[in-house]
């Protein structure tokens, strides 16, 4: 069974941090993109970092790039998302997702490109 589980999300105040963590199972990760996005209430859901299949390239949208950090460790099936400088417009669902095509490049953002996604996790920003 193909799972992948967020956690890390909460409530947090402009300026603070979150960890979010992502680990999979059931399904091959070494050799695959991930990927995190987004999706706040009303919005369509969005790319916000991504890392290639063994960590030496990453990719982020342009309103968290400086903030954010996306990393991987193939050994434990985990990627992670480090934010920081947090800001009310970062409130929304995370998600991690698998990219369906191995070893792509370059690194897709679209999520049309993710095949496996988790549930999500809150992350609430108050101002």
């Known amino acids: 069974q193909v799972q992948l589980v967020e956690s890390g999300g909460g409530l947090v105040q402009a300026g603070g941090s979150l960890r979010l963590s992502c680990t999979a199972s059931?399904?091959?990760?070494?050799?695959?993109?991930m990927g995190w996005f987004r999706q706040a209430p009303g919005k369509e859901r969005e790319f916000v970092a991504g890392i290639n299949w063994n960590g030496g390239s990453t990719v982020y949208a342009d309103s968290v790039k400086g903030r954010f950090t996306i990393s991987r460790v193939n050994a434990k099936y985990t990627v992670s998302l480090q934010m920081n400088i947090l800001k009310p417009e970062d409130t929304a669902v995370y998600y991690c997702?698998?990219?369906?095509?191995?070893?792509?490049?370059?690194?897709?953002?679209?999520?049309?490109?993710?095949?496996?996604w988790g549930q999500g996790t809150q992350v609430t920003v108050s101002s």
């Open positions: 059931g399904l091959t990760f070494r050799s695959y993109t």
């Open positions: 997702a698998r990219d369906r095509v191995a070893r792509r490049l370059p690194l897709g953002t679209d999520p049309e490109f993710f095949d496996y």
